[in-house]
C-alpha cells in the first residue's frame, strides 16, 4: 500500500478516526488499534513478511528485557546478531552466492545454488530499529519494556515502516507512554508536509524518472551526451524529491495522529562539506550509522589513522547497508574517500569569501552528483556506457523545456528560504476548518493531476 | 508529556514543528482531513473505481465496488470528472 493512492486515503481516514476516537473513548485499545493497523498496512504487502516483523520485534522485546541496564554483553551481541543474520539472509546471501561462484568454479567446487530471495519490505529500516532498541535498553537511553506491545508499535507504526525515517527507541518510545493531546494536533503544518512531499514525489521525482533518468540509465548508448549529462543531474534531484517526499509525508502522517519523527533532510545540497552534506541527507541514517557504528569504533578518539579508517568503514558499510551490489560499494567507499580528504586537506574548517565558499559548494555538490551515478546505475557496465555516451554524441532526444521547468521547480524547492513552510503556515493558520480542507482537496488533487500516470514505488522501498 | 516538540524550540533546521506550529482539536482536524479527502474523491472520482476493481476479492469488496461506481456516476452528473480532465490537460502541458 503507498502513500499516494486512492487506497491508502481510505486507510488512513477509518485509521485517523478510530485513533482519535480511541484516544478520547477508550485509551486501552490505542496501543493496539495502531498495531492493528501498522499490520494492516504491511500486510498489504505481504501476510508472510508480516508474521516475520512481528518475530523480529519479539526478539528484540526478549533480548531488551535480558540487555537492559548495561548488563549481559554478550547478550546484547546475540540479539543484535540475530537481526543482522535476518538481514543479511534476505540483502546479501543471494549477491554472496552469486559472487562467490566463479571462485568455486575455478577451484572445482560443485556449483553453489543461487536463490532469488524476494526482499521484505522496509526490512532495513525495521531491523535498524530493532538494533536500536536493544542497544538503547542497554545503555540506559530507553526504558525496557514489560510488555511488547509497546516495542511492537514502535517497529511497526506504519508511517515510517516502509522506509523510515529511522526514529531512535529513545526518541519513540517515550511517546507512546502517554496519550497524545487531542487538543493540539498540528493539522496545518502537518497538512503542508505531505502536500508538499506528494508534490515532490507525484510531479517532479516521478516526471524525471520516467521523462529523463529512467530511459538514459537503460540504455546509455542510445542517448545523446546532453541527455546524459541532465539524466545525471536529473537523478539528483529525483532521489532528493522522491526520499525527502516521502520523509515529509511520514512525519505529516505521524503528526496528524499525534507523534513526532524528527525531520531527516535539511537542504542537502546547500552543504559546502560532504561532512555538512551528512548532518542535512538522510538525518535518520546517518546518525544512525555515527552513533551505532562509528562512535562504537572509537569514532574520532584515537589516532588521526584511526578515525580515517572508522570514517571509510562507516560509509563502506552505509553503502553496503542501502543492497547487495557493487555500485552501492563504490558509492560508500567514494563518500568515505571524499570524508577522509577532506579531513586530510583540513577542509572542514569554513571557508573564507564569496568565491571560496562557491569553490566548495561546487566540488561537494559534484562528488554528490557523481556518487549519485553509481548509486542509480543498475551495475558497473552501466557506468562505463554512460562515460562512452558522453564522448559518443548521439542525437539528443529527451530533454523537454517541461522536463527542465520540473528540474528547476525541483531545485527552487530545495534552494527555498528554509522557513518558507513556516511562511505559509502563518498565511493558512487564520483559514476555518472546512475552507481549510477544501484547500487541502483541491491542491492535492492538483497534484495527482499534474502527475504522470500511475505510482512509481519510492527509491528507498527497495532498501 | 505530550506532544513536547510543540512545546519547546528544536534547534534551527533540525524541526518542522515548534510552539508556533497552528494546533486544532482532534475534531476539527478530522474535519480538515475528512474534507480534504472527500473534495480529492469528488475529483478523483473514476480513479476511485479503478482502485475499488484493484481490490483483493474479500467480503465487502463488491459492495465497495458498487459504491465507487454510485459515486463516479453522481459526479458525473455534477460534471465534475470533466473539470479534472480540463486541469489534468492544463497541467500536462509540454509532456
Avoid at chain 1, 540479539?79 to 539472509?89: M, N, Q
Avoid at chain 1, 498540528?186 to 516526471?207: F, S
Avoid at chain 1, 503556515?425 to 476555518?432: D, G, K, M, Q
Amino acid at each position: 500500500m503507498l502513500f499516494p493512492t486512492g487506497l491508502f486515503a481510505i486507510f488512513f481516514a477509518a485509521v485517523f478516526a478510530g485513533h482519535w476516537l480511541a484516544v478520547r473513548h477508550a485509551p486501552r485499545l490505542v496501543l493496539p488499534l495502531l498495531l492493528l493497523a501498522s499490520l494492516v498496512f504491511y500486510a498489504a504487502f505481504s501476510v508472510e513478511f508480516c508474521v516475520a516483523l512481528v518475530a523480529v520485534g519479539l526478539w528484540a522485546w526478549g533480548f531488551g528485557l535480558v540487555a537492559a541496564g548495561g548488563r549481559k554483553r554478550g547478550t546484547l551481541a546475540l540479539g543484535i546478531g540475530g537481526v543482522l543474520a535476518w538481514l543479511g539472509w534476505f540483502k546479501y546471501a543471494g549477491f554472496l552466492l552469486r559472487e562467490a561462484s566463479p571462485l568455486g568454479a575455478a577451484l572445482g567446487l560443485p556449483p553453489l545454488p543461487a536463490p532469488e530471495i524476494l526482499l521484505p519490505v522496509g526490512i532495513s529500516f525495521y531491523t535498524f530499529q530493532a538494533i536500536s532498541y536493544m542497544v538503547d535498553v542497554h545503555r540506559g537511553e530507553a526504558r525496557a519494556e514489560a510488555s511488547p506491545l509497546k516495542v511492537l508499535v514502535y517497529l511497526t507504526f506504519f508511517p515510517h515502516l516502509a522506509a523510515g525515517p529511522i526514529v531512535r527507541a529513545a526518541h519513540f518510545l517515550p511517546q507512546l507512554h502517554t496519550l497524545p493531546d487531542r487538543a493540539r494536533v498540528p493539522v496545518v503544518m502537518a497538512g503542508l508536509l505531505i502536500l508538499g512531499g506528494l508534490a515532490k514525489k507525484m510531479v517532479m521525482a516521478n516526471e524525471l524518472a520516467t521523462g529523463l533518468v529512467d530511459p538514459v540509465f537503460r540504455d546509455p548508448l542510445a542517448h545523446g551526451p546532453l541527455d546524459i549529462l541532465l539524466a545525471c543531474y536529473g537523478y539528483t534531484i529525483q532521489i532528493w524529491c522522491d526520499f525527502s517526499g516521502y520523509s515529509d509525508m511520514a512525519i505529516g502522517l505521524a503528526a496528524l495522529l499525534g507523534y513526532h519523527f524528527p525531520r531527516n533532510f535539511n537542504q542537502p545540497f546547500r552543504a559546502l562539506t560532504l561532512s555538512e552534506f551528512w548532518r542535512r541527507w538522510h538525518i535518520s541514517l546517518s546518525t544512525w550509522l555515527r552513533d551505532y557504528l562509528y562512535k562504537p569504533l572509537g569514532g574520532s578518539r584515537g589516532s588521526e589513522a584511526r578515525t580515517r579508517r572508522n570514517l571509510l568503514l562507516t560509509m563502506l558499510l552505509g553503502g553496503i547497508w542501502h543492497g547487495a551490489a557493487w555500485t552501492f560499494v563504490l558509492w560508500g567507499a567514494l563518500h568515505g574517500a571524499a570524508l577522509v580528504a577532506e579531513r586530510a586537506l583540513g577542509l572542514r574548517a569554513a571557508a573564507t569569501g564569496r568565491l571560496g565558499r562557491l569553490l566548495r559548494w561546487a566540488v561537494t555538490f559534484h562528488i554528490v552528483v557523481a556518487a549519485f551515478v553509481l548509486f542509480r546505475a543498475p551495475d558497473l557496465a552501466t557506468i562505463g556506457a554512460l562515460a562512452e555516451g558522453l564522448a559518443q554524441g548521439a542525437p539528443d532526444s529527451l530533454w523537454t523545456p517541461r522536463l527542465l521547468a520540473i528540474a528547476a521547480l525541483g531545485l527552487a524547492l530545495h534552494f527555498a528560504p528554509p522557513d518558507l513552510r513556516q511562511r505559509a503556515e502563518a498565511v493558512l493558520r487564520p483559514l476555518p476548518a472546512p475552507v481549510l480542507g477544501l484547500v487541502f482537496g483541491l491542491a492535492m488533487a492538483a497534484i495527482i493531476l499534474a502527475a504522470p500516470a500511475g505510482v512509481a514505488p519510492f527509491i528507498y522501498f527497495q532498501f | 508529556m505530550r506532544q513536547p516538540w510543540l512545546q519547546t524550540q528544536a534547534e534551527s533546521g533540525t524541526d518542522d514543528f515548534s510552539p508556533r506550529s497552528a494546533t486544532r482539536p482532534a475534531g476539527r482536524a478530522a474535519l480538515v482531513v475528512g474534507l480534504a479527502l472527500l473534495v480529492f474523491a469528488a475529483l478523483r472520482s473514476a480513479a476511485l473505481v479503478d482502485a475499488a476493481y484493484g481490490l483483493p476479492l474479500a467480503p465487502g469488496t463488491e459492495a465497495l465496488i458498487s459504491a465507487a461506481e454510485g459515486w463516479d456516476t453522481a459526479m458525473a452528473a455534477l460534471g465534475l470528472p470533466a473539470v479534472a480532465e480540463a486541469l489534468a490537460g492544463i497541467l500536462s502541458t509540454g509532456r
